[in-house]
T-cell receptor, first 111, second 113 residues
Framework: KQEVTQIPAALSVPEGENLVLNCSFTDSAIYNLQWFRQDPGKGLTSLLLIQSSQREQTSGRLNASLDKSSGRSTLYIAASQPGDSATYLCAMTGSARQLTFGSGTQLTVLP | SQTIHQWPATLVQPVGSPLSLECTVEGTSNPNLYWYRQAAGRGLQLLFYSVGIGQISSEVPQNLSASRPQDRQFILSSKKLLLSDSGFYLC????????????FGDGTRLSIL
């Protein structure tokens, strides 16, 4: 059974700080890994998708990396802003070809 | 561009009542469709997915069912709701290929009284 773990569960940082969110997974047969953002009471917004053949993807101030050998992915947010406050979820597509989600990291960026 | 719609946004139902949540996708053909549930303090749990009309796969045994009467329509139903059915229900779609991301609707907040 594939599992996805996100640590920490919550994170609070001052505005302008660079930060890293962590995600680890157990299934070595990973097809891709996706990072999402979820605002309170809302659906999920896809941020970045990394294929198993890739090591990282970038979009604006966001950079996601994938290390299959260690079963880890990180989401790097540069120059954080209060508008970045949300819950960030990572999810992997493994051998079952379905998304398995972590429980998320709730990020608060303080102005 | 593709869009996904879910309704209603919020629903309050008594225990034992029926349920019907609807999801439609626009701007794409033959999408994969998914229903997830997000319980308070927990991650998203895949409930059903569909790769085509009338084709439904269930991931978790429960008193819920799903149907796909049209290519871009996905319905989540129950004949008799339980208290444990409370949660945030999300519909998602993806293109058929494995390397495509999933895109989510805005969700339905279901409260069972």
């Amino acid at each position: 059974k594939q599992e996805v773990t996100q640590i920490p569960a919550a994170l609070s940082v001052p505005e302008g700080e660079n930060l890293v969110l962590n995600c680890s997974f157990t299934d070595s047969a990973i097809y891709n890994l996706q990072w999402f953002r979820q605002d309170p009471g809302k659906g999920l917004t896809s941020l970045l998708l990394i294929q198993s053949s890739q090591r990282e993807q970038t979009s604006g101030r966001l950079n996601a990396s994938l290390d299959k050998s260690s079963g880890r992915s990180t989401l790097y947010i540069a120059a954080s802003q209060p508008g970045d406050s949300a819950t960030y979820l990572c999810a992997m597509t493994g051998s079952a070809r379905q998304l398995t989600f972590g429980s998320g990291t709730q990020l608060t960026v303080l102005p | 561009s593709q869009t996904i719609h879910q309704w209603p946004a919020t629903l309050v139902q008594p225990v034992g009542s029926p349920l019907s949540l609807e999801c439609t996708v626009e701007g794409t053909s033959n999408p994969n469709l998914y229903w997830y549930r997000q319980a308070a303090g927990r991650g998203l749990q895949l409930l059903f997915y569909s790769v085509g009309i009338g084709q439904i796969s269930s991931e978790v045994p429960q008193n819920l069912s799903a149907s796909r009467p049209q290519d871009r329509q996905f319905i989540l139903s129950s004949k008799k709701l339980l208290l444990s059915d409370s949660g945030f229900y999300l519909c998602a779609w993806s293109a058929v290929a494995d390397d495509q991301p999933q895109h989510f609707g805005d969700g339905t907040r279901l409260s069972i009284l």
